[in-house]
DNA sequence: AAAACTTACAACCGCCCCTTA
DNA sequence: GTAAGGGGCGGTTGTAAGTTT
């Protein structure tokens, strides 16, 4: 029979987004809501699928987002939770707070896939590569003879959402895992596995840092920090960088003028006090901007410690538990409405 | 300096599942 | 019960940016 498709697609833009369309679409679901994606893009001016739309607002613009590599600790718990689940990213995801999807599964695909085969572990059933099955290089048996991964540990793992079984009888909450504790072939990386072993013996997904609703900071013009001028935007390989394709902060600056004075204020990304070293900025970009992203790549590459609170008390002047509702209120958060 | 190659990731595609009429 | 609509999901592709030759 087949499906209609989503769209027609006749005189439906593709490619990657501009700023304007970001714009419209930022515009349009901070002050309706998301509603029908199907509609969206008609109601907001866009000539996108309501697909794309909720692609781009789901993966990109949302703005609970962390952006920025995922910290060692985010990744041994995807190879953790990948183990369990396979190749279901989103419920991955929904166990990686601030991570969509799509981010995992990219970054399982350009990194962790490639590190695992590295340690001489199939990363589909994670467990050693066999012998019959030689790596793609063919030389590297050094990996195979001193067997580079442990005999699994059954732990305790608590997913934030019950899986379900194969007869698709939800379990109970807290399941027992097999962990998938890997061990390094040089001594650097060894001891390096010693402490990621630490850490994947012992950790919860309970321990997530999740981000809290007084946790998450609202920006407008004066909440931006003190620019300093000797600041280089140029981020190295060993610091995250707060940059995006373009500067979506300009957009941010036409939303204060083209939305009433209540919606004046937004949400950032998951920019906490314990979290924030992954910050990315989600909804700022690098351009113009860069003074001001090249102070926050320096304070967060310094392990700025930031009172969040005290922020936004003092400095922001804004009450974040009211701001926050909005933001954590994923059906219908409208923020003219309830600021 | 430029071409070739590699990497990373945003975006798309098509299938699946759930809901609704 | 069933067909259609809508959204979610996983796999794949396109391309910009980075690196190597």
Not at 5 to 32: H, R, S
Not at 81 to 98: D, E, Y
Request: hydrophobic share 30%; net charge negative.
């Amino acid at each position: 029979m087949g499906r209609q498709p989503c769209c027609d697609k006749v005189g439906l833009k593709q490619g990657p987004w501009t700023a304007d369309e970001d714009k419209k679409l930022i515009n349009f679901i901070l002050t309706n809501g998301q509603c029908c994606w199907r509609a969206i893009p008609k109601l907001a001016g866009l000539l996108r699928c309501g697909k794309s739309c909720r692609l781009r607002w789901t993966n990109y613009l949302r703005p609970d987002l962390k952006r920025g590599l995922l910290s060692e600790y985010e990744e041994k718990m995807v190879i953790d939770l990948h183990a369990q689940l396979g190749n279901r990213w989103s419920k991955i995801a929904s166990n990686l707070p601030g991570r969509t999807d799509n981010e995992i599964k990219n970054h399982w695909n350009t990194h962790i896939k490639k590190k695992l085969k590295k340690m001489g572990i199939d990363p589909l059933t994670h467990k050693p590569l066999s012998p019959l099955t030689p790596p793609t290089d063919h030389q590297s048996p050094p990996l195979l003879a001193q067997p580079a991964y442990e005999a699994p540990q059954t732990e305790k793992l608590t997913l934030r959402e019950p899986i379900e079984d194969q007869n698709n009888e939800t379990t109970n909450e807290t399941i027992s895992v097999q962990s998938s504790t890997i061990t390094e072939v040089s001594k650097d990386e060894h001891e390096e596995d010693e402490q990621s072993k630490r850490i994947v013996v012992d950790f919860c997904t309970d321990e997530v840092p999740l981000i809290e609703p007084h946790e998450i900071l609202l920006r407008s013009e004066n909440m931006l920090p003190p620019l300093s001028s000797s600041c280089s935007s140029s981020s190295t390989s060993s610091t995250y960088d707060i940059s995006t394709n373009y500067n979506i902060n300009l957009v941010h600056e036409e939303l204060h003028q083209s939305l009433p004075s209540a919606d004046n204020q937004w949400c950032s990304s998951s920019f906490n006090s314990t979290n924030y070293n992954n910050f990315n900025g989600g909804l700022w970009g690098d351009d113009e901007d860069d003074e001001f992203i090249s102070t926050l790549n320096m304070l967060i590459n310094d392990q700025y410690e930031l009172d969040t609170a005290i922020y936004s008390d003092t400095i922001l002047g804004t009450d974040i538990t009211e701001c926050s509702k909005m933001l954590m209120c994923d059906d219908d958060w409208k923020l003219g409405q309830q600021l």
